[in-house]
C-alpha cells in the first residue's frame, strides 16, 4: 500500500512543516530577539542580554501592563455580565428561531472590526448621535465627553468581542439540562442559589472559554484604543507595536511580546487544568 | 411579562450590535460633508470612491490576497484536520494542541514573530508576506470546521470503502471529501472574511508597496476621515453581509 502510506506522510508533512516553519519558528525567533540587544545599523544585535525584561518591569512599563490587564479584565467582565443573560435567552428560545438569532449575532462580528470601530466615532463624539440624543431627551444638560478616553476603548472592545464571549456561554447553556434546575427548585433551592450551585457549576467551561476568548485579544488590540482612545491611553498592544515599528527597539517589543504569550500560555494551562479536573470529577 | 423583559433584553443587545452598522450606512447617503446632521440624500460618495484610484486598488488588493489565502488555507487546513481525524502519529496532540492555541493567541503576537521571521530570512515585506501570513492566520479556523464535521461522521461509511478496496486517496477523493463539502466551503468563506478584516497581522507583515483596504482605511481614520471611506464601508460590508448567510446556509445544509 505505497500509495496510502504516501497520501498519509504527505497530508501530515505539509502540514506539520507549515505550523513549524509559521508558527512554532517564529516564536522562538522572538524569544531569541528578546534576549538581544539594538546596534545603530540592524534591528537585532549581540550582546546577550537580560536588560530587555529588566526594562519591561521599570515603573512606566509596569503602569501600562497594569493598565491593559486592568482594561482587558473589565472588558471581559462587562462582556460577561451583559453576554450570560443574553446566551441564556438565546439558548432557551424557541428552537426554530435560534439558528436565526445566533446568525444575526454573528453577522455584525464578520463586519470589518475596523470599519465597526470608526463608526463608533459617529455615535460617541461629542457633538455624536448619543449626545445629540440625550441632550434632546433632556437626560443630560451638557454633552458627555465619552470619546478618546477610557470609557470609549472599554466600549469598543467590549463591541467587538461581546460574540466571542456570547457563542460559548450559548452552546454551554444549551447543554444544559433543564431537569436539574427544577430538581434544585424542587428540593427548595431558591433562584439565587439554584443558579449559584446548579448553572454556574454547569455552565462552568463556557464562562472560561468566553472569558479567554475575550481577554487575550483585548490584550493585544491595538487599532481601538488607537482609534477610540486617542494618544493617552497606551496599552500593551499599542506599546509593543510602537517599539516595532516607531522606536525599532525590537528586542525590548519582542520581550513584551513573550511577556504576553507567557500570560496567555498561563491561562491556556489554567483552561485545560481545569478541564481535565472536571473529567475527573465527571468520571467518578 | 417575563417574556417581553427577555425579548427587551435581548433586542437592546442586538440594537447595540447593528446601530454603528446602520449609522455608517446612513452616514455613506449623506449630503453633508463635515457636519454630522442629516442634509440629503446623495449617492455622490460611491461616484467619487470609483475615481479614487489608491482606494480602489487597495480594495483590490484585499480581496486578491483573501481568494488566494482562503484557497490555500482551506487546502492545508482541511490536510489538517484529515490527518488529526484520521491518523495516529507521534505529535498528533501536541498538533492539534497547536491549532487550538493559534485561534486563542492574540494576533500581534503572530503579526510579530513572522514579521521577525521575515527580517531574519530576508524575505521583502509585500504580497508573498502577506499572503503567507494570511494562510497561517486561517488554518486552524479551517481545521477546527472540518474537524467537527468529520467528527459527526458514520465510521463505518469509511470502513465500508475501504472493505470495497478503496485506497486512502481514492478514499479522500471519493468519500470523505464529498461528505466535508459543505464545512470546507464554510471554512473557505471564513477565511475570506477573516483575511479581508485582519488589521494586525497585515499591519506588520506587509510592506510599503502592497496595501491593502484595512490598513488604508486604518491610516485614514488616524488623518481625517473622507466620506467615500463611508461608502467602501458599506460595499465591503455587501460582501461580507452575502458571505456569511452563505457559508451559514452550507453549514446547516449539510445536517439534513
Redesign the interface.
Known amino acids: 500500500m505505497k500509495t496510502d502510506c504516501s497520501f498519509r506522510s504527505f497530508s501530515i508533512g505539509l502540514v506539520v512543516a507549515w505550523l513549524v516553519i509559521f508558527a512554532v519558528i517564529p516564536q522562538i525567533l522572538v524569544l531569541g530577539a528578546s534576549f538581544l540587544s539594538t546596534s545603530e545599523q540592524g534591528f537585532l544585535s549581540l550582546p546577550l542580554t537580560l536588560e530587555n525584561y529588566r526594562q519591561l518591569f521599570d515603573s512606566v512599563i509596569l503602569g501600562i501592563v497594569g493598565r491593559s490587564l486592568g482594561l482587558a479584565g473589565m472588558v471581559t467582565l462587562v462582556c460577561l455580565i451583559l453576554g450570560y443573560p443574553f446566551a441564556w435567552i438565546l439558548a432557551r428560545a424557541p428552537r426554530n428561531y435560534r439558528s436565526l438569532l445566533l446568525l444575526l449575532l454573528v453577522i455584525p462580528f464578520w463586519t470589518n472590526s475596523l470599519i465597526r470601530t470608526y463608526a463608533l466615532i459617529a455615535i460617541l463624539n461629542t457633538r455624536g448621535l448619543l449626545n445629540t440624543f440625550l441632550l434632546a431627551t433632556g437626560i443630560i444638560q451638557t454633552p458627555l465627553r465619552i470619546l478618546y478616553t477610557q470609557g470609549a476603548v472599554l466600549i469598543g472592545l467590549t463591541y467587538t468581542l461581546l460574540p466571542f464571549m456570547v457563542l460559548p456561554l450559548y452552546s454551554a447553556i444549551e447543554k444544559l439540562d433543564p431537569g436539574l434546575r427544577e430538581a434544585a427548585r424542587d428540593l427548595g433551592a431558591s433562584r439565587w442559589a439554584t443558579f449559584v450551585r446548579v448553572d454556574l457549576p454547569l455552565t462552568q467551561g463556557g464562562i472560561i472559554a468566553g472569558c479567554m476568548l475575550v481577554f487575550l485579544p483585548a490584550l493585544g488590540m491595538f487599532y481601538i484604543p488607537d482609534i477610540l482612545g486617542g494618544a493617552r491611553s497606551l496599552l500593551l498592544g499599542n506599546f509593543i507595536r510602537d517599539q516595532f515599528m516607531i522606536a525599532r527597539n525590537w528586542p525590548f517589543g519582542s520581550a513584551a511580546s513573550v511577556f504576553l504569550t507567557v500570560i496567555m500560555t498561563l491561562l491556556l494551562c489554567l483552561y485545560a487544568w481545569r478541564k481535565t479536573t472536571t473529567r475527573q470529577e465527571d468520571r467518578a | 411579562m417575563k417574556t417581553f423583559i427577555?425579548a427587551a433584553?435581548?433586542a437592546v443587545?442586538?440594537l447595540?450590535?447593528?446601530?454603528?452598522?446602520v449609522?455608517?450606512g446612513a452616514?455613506s447617503f449623506n449630503a453633508s460633508r463635515y457636519s454630522?446632521g442629516w442634509k440629503g440624500f446623495t449617492t455622490a460618495w460611491y461616484a467619487k470612491l470609483m475615481n479614487n484610484a489608491q482606494l480602489m486598488d487597495a480594495a483590490v488588493h484585499s480581496l486578491t490576497i483573501a481568494c488566494c489565502s482562503a484557497t490555500l488555507a482551506t487546502f492545508?487546513g482541511t490536510?489538517?484536520a484529515?490527518?488529526l481525524h484520521r491518523?495516529r502519529?507521534p505529535?498528533r496532540k501536541i498538533?492539534s494542541g497547536?491549532v487550538y492555541?493559534?485561534i486563542?493567541?492574540?494576533?500581534?503576537?503572530?503579526g510579530?514573530?513572522?514579521?521577525?521571521?521575515y527580517?531574519?530570512l530576508a524575505i521583502p515585506l509585500g504580497f508573498w508576506t502577506l499572503l503567507?501570513?494570511h494562510?497561517?492566520l486561517c488554518?486552524p479556523f479551517v481545521t477546527v470546521t472540518v474537524l467537527s464535521r468529520l467528527q459527526e461522521f458514520d465510521p463505518h461509511v469509511i470502513e465500508a470503502a475501504r472493505d470495497l478496496g478503496a485506497?486512502?486517496?481514492a478514499l479522500?477523493r471519493h468519500v470523505i471529501l464529498p461528505m466535508v463539502m459543505p464545512s470546507v466551503m464554510a471554512g473557505w468563506l471564513l477565511c475570506f472574511?477573516l483575511s479581508?478584516?485582519d488589521?494586525?497581522i497585515s499591519?506588520?507583515t506587509t510592506g510599503p508597496g502592497y496595501e491593502i483596504l484595512?490598513l488604508k482605511?486604518?491610516s485614514m481614520?488616524?488623518l481625517g476621515?473622507k466620506p467615500e471611506?463611508n461608502a467602501l464601508?458599506v460595499i465591503?460590508?455587501g460582501i461580507?453581509?452575502l458571505?456569511?448567510?452563505t457559508a451559514?446556509w452550507l453549514v446547516?445544509d449539510k445536517k439534513r
Open positions: 427577555k433584553y435581548a443587545i442586538y447595540f450590535l447593528y446601530f454603528p452598522l449609522v455608517l452616514y454630522l492545508l490536510l489538517a484529515l490527518a491518523y502519529f505529535g498538533l497547536c492555541v493559534l486563542m493567541s492574540p494576533d500581534i503576537i503572530m510579530i514573530s513572522l514579521l521577525v521571521l527580517l531574519v503567507l501570513s494562510i497561517t488554518l485506497r486512502e486517496f479522500f472574511t479581508l478584516d488589521v494586525m499591519f506588520f484595512p482605511i486604518y481614520v488616524r476621515v471611506v464601508c465591503m460590508m461580507t453581509l458571505a456569511v448567510p451559514q446547516k
